[in-house]
């Protein structure tokens, strides 16, 4: 029985090898190859693999250089192409591009930048208003280091190139939203179709939630919280530190890689934002929509039902908006996007006109000593945007400022004398302490003319 046994596992074992032979040989000399041919073509796949690797890495900064070199022109294009590091400053802002591979530690905001030119090294606050002084206090300096030497180790690695901003500033009044960080973030970023990653420094959980459908419809990553990845070093093949700004709401197509202009910004809102109504033309509604926004601070219409009234009779089915009605966006600009008219007083719920579809009215009330603001701010962007303004400038006797200082005081007779103090003392006065009594039957012409406008409006005009 043992005998049997051992001649059975024998032959078993036999069965095995010729197996395996027949195998190794079927590998080896079917394919018309030598061993050793084999054996080298399996080196070169390998090789091949890695080359393909470097070809990709290579790729990647290739395309990288392209997009960042858009973003400047004349010497700063020259000095980013030949040192591969370029910074422009203007009175509103700072912007430096780098076109090589940066690491970037988190927990000193510090940028390393492989160079060995001695100006690499400087320190900017990443934000679209460094003119004003109080604003840039809430920003956090990003120092910027030649990397040649002490640069920290990669922690995480990635093959898009980072654009650092801050959402600190002025972030909370949504007019600086927009108008320092949305709109400079949409002329810096458009033109890389999402292929990057946003550093947000002074992280604001809530401003990121706010703005997630503008974030994401410009970058297919995840924003990047500094705060959050501790003492974590990111590397890129490139970065924009900084954002581009072309003035109040503005958008300068000529400046604009790509060409985009305030047209373009308000299709790109479109889009992030899911707003159905491009032209007020397409609105089929008997009454249509009048937003009047509604204020209980400052600039107060202490008369506004009335003005409620005279809106309904003629025609208009009015919506009363306060502060918290605009604090979820998603809705808000929906309701926007849907409306004929939008009607406020001088302030930041007018930057609403953003989502107003186009060939829709928009009607300012001036308050006294605000001319300038009023059109400068708010006034002037409406062409671009391709909404029709009107303005309502109020007389002396429509404003507090009258029962408070008397009709013969400077700051009724001449606010430019008051201005002349400084702008802090001008605020104080014209923007903090003014409410407004509207003349309705003066004010009604003003309504009437925004409805004749809306009725005239069509795509072609």
């Known amino acids: 029985m043992g005998k049997e046994q051992k001649k059975m596992a024998l032959g078993a074992t036999s069965l095995v090898f010729l197996f395996i032979l027949t195998c190794l040989y079927a590998a080896l000399f079917t394919s018309n190859l030598t061993p050793f041919e084999s054996w080298k073509q399996k080196l070169s796949d390998r090789r091949g693999i890695h080359n393909k690797k470097a070809d990709r890495s290579i790729e990647i900064n290739e395309s990288v250089k392209l997009l960042l070199r858009r973003l400047v022109r004349g010497e700063d294009r020259i000095k980013l192409d030949t040192t591969g590091f370029s910074c422009h400053t203007d009175l509103h802002s700072e912007l430096c591009l780098v076109n090589k591979p940066v690491r970037i530690d988190n927990s000193g905001l510090t940028i390393y930048v492989p160079s060995s030119q001695s100006y690499v090294n400087r320190t900017l606050k990443p934000y679209a208003n460094r003119d004003d002084g109080t604003a840039m206090s809430r920003v956090s300096p990003v120092k910027i280091v030649n990397g040649d030497v002490n640069a920290p180790a990669c922690r995480i690695t990635h093959d898009a190139p980072a654009v650092v901003f801050s959402s600190g500033g002025f972030t909370g009044n949504v007019f600086h939203e927009i108008n320092e960080v ?8 458009r033109h890389f179709r ?22 994401t419809h410009l970058s297919h990553y995840e924003a990047i919280n500094p705060a959050a990845n501790g003492s974590a070093v990111h590397c890129f093949p490139g970065a924009v530190i900084g954002l581009v700004y072309h003035g109040k709401l503005a958008l300068n197509a000529t400046g604009i890689p790509g060409g985009y202009s305030a047209f373009d910004f308000k299709h790109f809102l479109r889009e992030s934002y899911n707003l159905k109504i491009e032209n007020v033309s397409e609105i089929k509604r008997e009454k249509p929509i009048l937003i009047l926004i ?3 601070k400052s600039r107060v219409v202490s008369n506004e039902n009335e003005i409620v009234v005279m809106m309904e009779e003629l025609g208009f089915e009015v919506v009363v908006t306060r502060p918290n009605k605009m604090s979820n966006l998603n809705k808000f600009a929906a309701l926007v996007n849907s409306c004929s008219v939008l009607v406020g007083a001088h302030g930041a719920g007018l930057t609403n006109q953003v989502f107003l579809p186009d060939g829709a009215v928009m009607v300012q009330v001036v308050p006294l000593g605000l001319e300038w ?5 708010y006034g002037a962007p409406t062409k671009e945007m391709g909404v029709q303004y009107l303005e309502y400038r109020i007389e002396p006797e429509e404003s507090s400022l009258m029962q408070t200082y008397g009709r013969d005081h400077p700051v009724i007779t001449d606010p430019a004398s008051v201005f002349a103090k400084g702008y802090y003392a001008a605020r104080a006065v014209y923007i903090d302490a003014q409410n407004l009594k509207i003349n309705v039957k003066r004010f009604k012409e003003t309504v009437v003319q925004a409805k004749e406008l809306i009725g005239r409006s069509s795509p072609l005009n």
């Open 373 to 377: 603001a009023s059109t400068n701010y």
């Open 294 to 296: 509604s204020r209980k």
């Open 182 to 189: 949305i709109i400079p973030l949409f002329i810096t970023t």
């Open 194 to 215: 999402s292929r990057l990653k946003f550093l947000i420094t002074d992280y604001k959980p809530w401003w990121v939630s706010k703005y997630s459908k503008v974030l």
